[in-house]
């Protein structure tokens, strides 16, 4: 903030101050998007030219538990294992989806409830290599990066502490409706979307009340994205599926 002026000793005259004022004004302003633009290429060049994940001190060893392995009737359905994702290739080797044990058990938990009214969740995905992030960022446009996390700061995923997910059907074994699809990257992917069906609404919000109650945090910009209350505690991990795997075989 610019400091008052002294009238007492007359060294700056009030004729001159909204010169003054808009001088300082445009100065500061050049310099701010100077500096948020210096930050911006920064992050865009790290993220580029990052071959691995971010280095972070003190935080928690992976142990990552499969799904599946605490609950078989928990459906999976990992997209990035397909084609049929927004990259339009696989880039999973293998259909699995692994969590941090914490986070990991408090989704069985949701998933007993919603079985009470004949229903399940359905996996999309769980702990992301670091390296599929990157790839993520490098293919998605500008204008849609909100969906995707910058791999200069790593990703919750990154960490086993963010699960995308749905509501299935126990008797069809179909997904139930939703206002919008996975990785829908469009306004009706926000969890607060006030569009689609009363029907599509009520099962979204179904959804996250649930997750919430369980520790979770919903993404403000997709409804099937819920971050574990912990996630900060641990680190930034690039290792495969058979990896974490084999690491926490005997857990």
């Known amino acids: 903030m610019m400091r008052k002026p002294s009238r007492s000793k007359g060294i700056i005259s009030s004729r001159k101050m909204p010169l003054l004022r808009a001088g300082f004004c445009n100065s500061g302003m050049v310099k701010y998007r100077f500096a948020f633009l210096s930050l911006f290429l920064i992050l865009s060049f790290q993220a ?8 972070e001190q003190g935080k928690r060893e992976a142990h990552l538990i499969e799904l599946i392995t605490l609950d078989p009737t928990i459906k999976l359905d990992i997209r990035y294992a397909t084609d049929n994702n927004f990259v339009g290739k696989k880039v999973y080797s293998e259909a699995r989806a692994f969590l941090q044990k914490p986070a990991a058990k408090r989704v069985v938990e949701v998933h007993k409830k919603l079985r009470k009214q004949g229903l399940g969740l359905v996996i999309f995905d769980g ?4 390296s599929i992030t990157k790839l993520f960022w490098e293919v998605t446009p500008e204008d849609k990066r909100m969906f995707v996390a910058n791999p200069a700061t790593g990703s919750k995923h990154n960490r086993g502490c963010a699960v995308d997910l749905s509501i299935y059907d126990l008797k069809t074994g179909k997904l139930i409706e939703m206002p919008s699809d996975f990785d829908e990257f469009s306004e009706k992917a926000s969890p607060n979307y006030t569009g689609g069906t009363a029907e599509q609404r009520a099962n979204r919000d179904l959804l996250r009340k649930l997750m919430e ?9 997709e409804w099937w994205h819920f971050d574990y209350k912990d996630w900060e505690k641990y680190a930034i991990y690039d290792i495969s599926f058979e990896e974490a795997a084999r690491l926490n075989s005997g857990n």
């Open 127 to 130: 702990y992301r290599p670091w």
């Open 48 to 55: 580029v030219a990052q071959d691995g994940p971010p280095r």
């Open 213 to 221: 109650a369980e520790g979770f945090i919903v993404n403000a910009n």
